[in-house]
């Protein structure tokens, strides 16, 4: 029994498709280490300077990190590791120039 | 997703959840089958800010996993806008995709933004497809 992670949909073209794939246990930086060995590419998505990712969201067994011990917290055979996207944004008006870029199509 | 419907009491129930968290930003999720909204989950706004909103991990994971195990999907997320119309901002745009990428966090979920400027409330919805690209989708309330 391995550690299941489970890929968020941007993150599947990374990893064959997969949905869920099997982690090393030890730490979460150290599981994020292992997967981008596997599927390279992955883990600078994830992680940048052994740190994650604003805006990234990771849980072990539905407790997020940052609560727990961020990075450093355990992962062990049995364990779920969740990555999913936070849900965020805000409402400050685009940029001076960015407008014009953006496609825009009413219905 | 070409529109959204969504039931009349749940437009109801955003415009005071965005008027009740003004001058915050609100922020929820809508759930259901098809293009068909069923039920509306309010959420807190972990940056209990009036420019930002960022959804609370742990909360975010429980719904998300309640409405799998209901077998229904995320339409959409709701947001509002306290003092500026209904459209994404620059910042909606960036953080609706996968931090460095242009790979949408949510593909086919909608973002419905409720806009409080004067006037106001206005609600439409927009996917966000690829980088920059703004699609507004007709809202049908039922
Ligand atoms: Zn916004």
Same mark, same amino acid.
């Given at each position: ?17 997969? %949905? %869920? ?17 596997? +599927? ?14 604003? +805006?990234?969201?990771?849980? &072990? ?5 940052? +609560? ?15 990555? &999913? ?14 407008? /014009?870029?953006?496609?825009?199509? /009413?219905? | ?6 039931? #009349? ?10 008027? *009740?968290? @003004?001058? #915050? ?43 799998? #195990?209901?077998?229904? #999907? ?28 242009? @790979?949408?966090?949510?593909? *086919?979920?909608? @973002? ?20 920059? *690209? ?9």
């Amino acid at each position: 029994m391995a550690v299941k992670v489970k890929i968020p949909s941007p993150l599947q073209r990374l990893t064959e498709g997969k %949905e %869920e794939v099997e982690g090393k246990p030890g730490t979460v930086i150290g599981l994020l280490n292992d997967l981008e060995a596997k +599927f390279p590419g992955i883990g600078e998505r994830l992680s940048e300077g052994g740190k994650i990712r604003r +805006f990234v969201n990771i849980y &072990v067994n539905e407790e997020d990190i940052r +609560f727990l011990k961020a990075e450093q917290t355990e992962v062990k055979d049995g364990d779920e590791v969740s990555i &999913v996207p936070a849900i965020a944004g805000g409402c400050e008006p685009p940029r001076e120039g960015v407008a /014009n870029l953006l496609f825009v199509e /009413n219905h | 997703m070409q529109a959204l419907s969504i039931p #009349k009491a749940i437009i109801d129930e955003m415009v005071a959840h965005a008027k *009740g968290a @003004y001058p #915050k930003e609100a922020c929820g999720i809508l759930s259901g089958s098809g293009d068909a909204v069923e039920k509306l989950h309010r959420m807190r706004n972990a940056d209990l800010s009036s420019t930002t909103y960022m959804m609370h991990p742990d909360e975010q994971l429980n719904v998300m996993r309640d409405i799998e #195990k209901d077998g229904k #999907k995320m339409l959409a997320i709701y947001h509002s806008h306290p003092a500026s119309p209904a459209y994404p901002s620059q910042i909606d745009i960036n953080r609706a995709f996968f931090p460095g990428t242009d @790979y949408e966090n949510f593909p *086919g979920t909608a @973002y419905v933004i409720i806009g409080l400027a004067e006037g106001g409330p206005e609600i439409k919805a927009f996917l966000l497809i690829g980088k920059a *690209g703004i699609r507004e989708i007709t809202i049908v309330p039922v």
